[in-house]
């Protein structure tokens, strides 16, 4: 999909999210949310892994024990393990509270899950999401988004908002493919010490910067990967390498479109924010067509 001239953010107007709306259009700000207030309970959770071949092992030593000393470079995986390893794995089970009697190999695919488990939880610490849509009109998202066609839709002009690894949702079926759980590994040692890795890595993948072979290419996928039962939002996502707030200027505000159900309250609070603005964007009424299900945009 190439890129669009215009983006759009379906928003309610009542209850709590009244005040975060109107701050939207009073503040020229926008929030980039932790994914662990999605409501897919998919959406960018890495999956954690139970089982590892031992050329896997091989490659994840090194970083399970860095600065050990112990070189692995022609131990066969298939045999058994040289003493000096199998001694520090056998303290660490005691420390990492491994289950007693465990085998070598259980010990370890017991500590690499454990660090894949916070891998994956580092996420919602590591990036915040901005949803996006491409599509004005959709009633299913006016109604699940825009607290059923009563709130609103803000028009973002994409290249005057400058928003960060912008990019289309990938749909699919099946979760994105697994190679190595070395991948996530890295993440959870990388990201602490490179804030913002986690999102350079993901939009590499994305806009196909990043081989195939690289250590970040599966767990990047993540970022951009959802189930295509959501297919119908069309969404793009920017994001950022933490969650907050995200300024953007004035003129990205291109256009608003009020919901067909809108209430009178709320077209009283969306004027005064408007007053409050330097720049006011153009007005649009979504409204019922007329003979078929669907909604005219119409500007007024």
């Known amino acids: 999909m190439g890129k669009l001239a215009k983006l759009y953010k379906y928003r309610a107007l009542g209850g709590a999210s009244a005040e975060f709306t109107l701050d939207i259009l009073a503040n020229d700000r926008i929030w980039f949310a932790a994914p662990s207030s999605f409501n897919d309970p998919f959406d960018c959770k890495l999956p954690v892994p139970t089982q590892f071949s031992p050329e896997t092992w091989k490659a994840l030593l090194p970083r399970l024990f860095p600065g050990t000393g112990i070189d692995l470079s022609d131990w066969n995986p298939q045999s058994d393990p040289p003493e000096k390893l199998k001694a520090l794995v056998d303290l660490l089970a005691t420390l990492t509270h491994a289950p007693r009697g465990a085998s070598f190999d259980e010990v370890l695919s017991f500590m690499a899950r454990g660090l894949v488990a916070r891998a994956a939880a580092q996420v919602d610490e590591a990036a ?34 400058r ?72 969404e793009w996502r920017s994001v950022l390498d933490r969650s907050g707030h995200f300024e953007f200027p004035a003129e990205a505000l291109t256009g608003v479109i009020i919901g067909c159900s809108v209430r009178d309250e709320s077209i009283d609070l969306l004027d005064q924010a408007f007053k409050r603005r330097q720049r006011t964007p153009a007005i649009y009424r979504a409204r019922r067509k007329n003979g078929v299900f669907g909604l005219d945009i119409v500007e007024v």
């Open 163 to 234: 928003l960060p690894r912008l990019s289309p949702v990938h749909y699919a079926n099946d979760n994105p493919g697994f190679d190595e759980a070395v991948e996530a590994i890295a993440l959870h040692q990388w990201n602490a010490e490179r804030p913002g890795l986690l999102a350079d890595m993901a939009y590499k993948v994305i806009a196909n910067d990043l081989d195939r072979s690289s250590i970040y290419y599966w767990t990047g996928q993540w970022l951009y990967a959802k189930s295509a039962d959501w297919s119908y939002e069309q």
């Open 128 to 161: 915040g999401v901005l949803s996006l849509s491409a599509l004005p009109d959709n009633m299913l998202m006016w109604s699940h988004y825009a607290d059923c066609h009563r709130g609103i839709c803000l028009e973002l002009d994409v290249d005057a908002a």
